[in-house]
């Protein structure tokens, strides 16, 4: 009985009771299949929202480093007389060209498990835990800019107008000023002159602390609908300015946690993250008012971002350097 738990369901999820359940579902053949072709585990029993004529059990499937993959049920309503058993398999990373609606475009479904199996595989469906890993760590880059962003700006602006750089590139070049119809102010000149120093010092100092947090190892924490925390250690090897190019190594690959109790190394950090947030105007989610904003935060000494409000595939985020 613990072999066939362990190859089920997620590590640190599901119950007896929950086994039993499937092992007596309509939806266990699939679960199976998935398990065995893809290395897919139950992470728990969602609610089928999208679907609500649904009245059979809908699974959550994740990857073993609790990455959620897809969506999987039965229906009784297959076949050309709507009367046979129906396999379903949705996931947000596969969108058909034909549907009603998006619900239908990301959902395939067949009275034959053979059938359904093989346009997963065809279609490829079911993409790889390292392709959605990618995607949700090259997220990062939008913690790069927070950290950046937080520093002032570093960009070169200038006021002069057309005469006035007229005289300037005189002077430099060692040319007569004469003729030119505006004076040069020696004072704009000066002022201008300090702006771009200043600009200079902000954008080393944005290489330095960007170096600092993410080229050595940092924390990359996400929180999503269910309230659980998607936690890994990462290190970037490549990262541009313009964050196009991204490059990352892999310390410690993620893992789905129902609470922070059960990471103890970040439970001091979250837990004063849940002190400074409480009473902040911004949006939060969980226990720990883990905050949904675009911020760099100089006291925790973490950069929170998102794309999207979280849902049952999509986090919010927060990355903070590892403790040495």
Known sequence: MTYTFTKYFLDGFGTEEQLNELLHSDVLPLVRELQFK???????????????????????????????????????????????????????????????????????????????????????????????TDDKVKQVKEGVSVLRSSMGESSKPNSFNGDELHALLALALGESTDGILTPLDL?????????????????????????????????????????????????????HSDTKKFEYEVIEDFKRYKTIEEYPELLPLMTMMKVSYEAKDCRKLGEYKFPIQDKYDEGLDAAFFFGAFPNHYDHAWMATPCST
């Open 187 to 239: 004072n704009k000149c000066k002022n201008t002159l300090d702006i771009y120093k200043e600009a200079d010092r902000i954008r080393d100092l944005k290489r330095e602390e960007s170096k600092r947090f993410f080229k050595n190892p940092f924390y990359l924490v996400g929180i999503d609908e269910f309230n659980h925390l998607l936690i890994g250690k990462f290190k970037i090897t490549v990262i």
């Open 38 to 132: 893809y290395g897919l585990k139950i992470m728990d029993k969602v609610v089928n929202v999208n679907y609500p004529e649904v009245d059979k059990d809908c699974y959550m499937m994740c990857y073993p480093n609790g990455v959620a993959v897809g969506k999987v049920w039965t229906t009784g309503k297959g076949g050309t007389n709507n009367d046979q058993l129906e396999f379903c398999f949705r996931s947000p990373y596969y969108k058909k060209a034909r549907g009603q609606d998006s619900n239908e475009r990301e959902t395939i479904r067949s009275t034959k498990l053979s059938s359904l199996m093989a346009v997963l595989k065809r279609q490829e469906v079911v993409k790889t835990m390292k392709h959605i």
